[in-house]
């Protein structure tokens, strides 16, 4: 069979980290107009520069940098929140990468990782001395309080070009997104990652971390100030944490991340989406997004239709540049013979289908194994009521996390009165068992209408 690659789109897209070319972010251009500051954000700006700081990841044989981000003092004594993805190489490769701080008066020095939370996209971070001022949290934004239109001033250094302060205003959590961003209406540029967001009297309202990828202008996301105070809370370890201690801990959050996700998924549950004479299930979870596509439109006219709908999540969580995961996608498929003889329509419908030997990275994934085989789709007393559904199954563990895998899936319905339809699933970064669990609970859901 001819496979389909494993994809998925996040709509959030890390993009306020500033690496240099040969990485896997693009380092964007500026904008061409210059941003309109007002004379609040001035003064907000002046205030909080002494307390900002540029994140530097440098390569070590070269002692050039690899990537820049921003982050800010959170107290006297050296202490910093940044993004897990600004200090992302230095944590996995500490023997390649380390990491320095510039502050605004230009002194430099160097940082230890003491904590991470790669869920929210946090890290805390200790500076080489003391003697800082720093900022408070705003207690409003702690109890997602903060009201909607307020006013708020994301600082950061931007594209390498020195501290910067962008306007905006505050939108609210995200409504459709399974982890809580904020929604920040105003600019962010790559480097701006892990800088602060303030109010009008200079008190954290959020943490930035990336902008949306779609096109749009002046969408940028926040994570919330609650997660960022659970995260100086927790308890630290003596020395800084680097290496195999963080890939234990990124796999001890990335089993809880997935863990939760999956029986939430359970909880939510499934409505029936017709497809000709067959109902397939859709998740009733808001936080994924539904596109769908079709050939109808295709020249010269197709001689079978295929109409499908593609529902992503609006999340994936950055591990490395060159891996993502915790996503999940699940496609549906309805097919139409219009003048295809059965062995052609069976073949069509196994093309559009099919899926497998898709490519992973080797660095962080074994190679896929697939099995397939014939399963009826419910169990009990209404069999009738299921179609009898051709089942592949592919899937590939990660050679960093035990016990997580990237898993795919797809079920066939035989062709009745002329049509069939297909789900395809895509798990990323899950266990076995809810990967498992999860495709039983799909099965049981597909059907054929009474």
């Known amino acids: 069979m001819r496979r389909l690659p494993v994809r998925f789109i996040p709509v959030l897209v890390l993009a306020s980290l500033l690496v240099a070319p040969t990485s896997s972010f693009a380092v964007e251009k500026a ?99 003391g003697g800082w001022t720093y900022f408070e949290f705003d207690q409003r934004a702690l109890a997602d309080r903060l009201p909607r239109g307020e006013r708020l001033f994301s600082l950061g ?55 949306s990828g779609w096109g749009a202008e002046q969408v940028s996301f926040l994570v919330p100030t609650r997660f960022a105070t659970a995260l100086m809370n927790k308890p630290r370890l003596a020395e800084p944490i680097t290496g195999k201690a963080v890939r234990t801990e990124i796999g001890k959050q990335l089993g809880v991340w997935q863990s939760a996700l999956y029986d939430k998924l359970d909880t939510i549950g499934f409505k029936p989406a017709a497809s000709g004479p067959f109902l397939l299930p859709e998740s ?36 490395a540049g060159d891996l993502f995961t915790g996503n999940v996608s699940i496609k549906r498929s309805h097919f139409t013979n219009l003048s295809l003889n059965g062995f052609q329509f069976a073949y069509f419908v196994s093309n559009h289908s099919a899926m497998g030997n898709e490519r992973t990275n080797a660095k962080r994934m074994t190679p896929t194994a697939c099995h397939e085989d014939i399963a009826l789709a419910g169990e009990g007393a209404e069999q009738a009521a299921y179609p009898r559904l ?21 079920a066939v319905a035989p062709e009745r009165d002329g049509q069939a339809a297909a789900i395809t699933v895509f798990m990323n970064g899950t266990s076995y068992e809810n990967a498992a669990r999860f495709a039983r609970r799909i099965l049981a859901e597909f059907k054929v209408k009474s």
């Open 31 to 129: 904008p061409a107009t210059p941003v309109i500051v007002s004379a609040t954000a001035e003064a907000i700006y002046r205030d909080a520069k002494p307390r900002l700081l540029q994140i530097r990841t440098l390569l070590n044989s070269a002692s050039q940098k690899s990537s820049t981000g921003s982050g800010f003092l959170i107290s006297a004594d050296g202490l910093a929140i940044t993004n897990y993805h600004v200090v992302s190489q230095h944590a996995l490769e500490p023997q390649t990468y380390r990491m320095e701080y510039v502050s605004a008066d230009g002194s430099k020095g160097a940082l230890k990782l003491l904590a991470f939370d790669t869920l929210n996209d946090l890290a805390l971070v200790q500076l080489d001395k």
């Open 284 to 319: 009733n979870a808001v936080f994924f997004t539904c596109w769908a596509n079709t050939n109808a439109d295709e020249k010269p006219a197709p001689r079978a239709r295929a109409d499908s709908t593609l529902c992503n999540m609006q999340n994936s969580l950055f591990i």
């Open 390 to 410: 051709r089942v592949a199954w592919c899937a590939s563990a990660y050679r960093e996390f035990d016990g997580l895998f990237n898993v795919s899936f797809v």
């Open 157 to 211: 250094n931007p594209l390498d070009i020195g501290f910067a302060v962008m306007e905006g205003n505050y939108s609210g959590l995200v409504e459709r997104s399974y982890n809580d961003r904020i929604h920040l209406s105003g600019p962010m540029n790559p480097g701006m990652s892990g800088g602060p967001t303030l109010t009008t009297d200079s008190k954290i309202a959020g943490i930035n971390v990336a902008k």
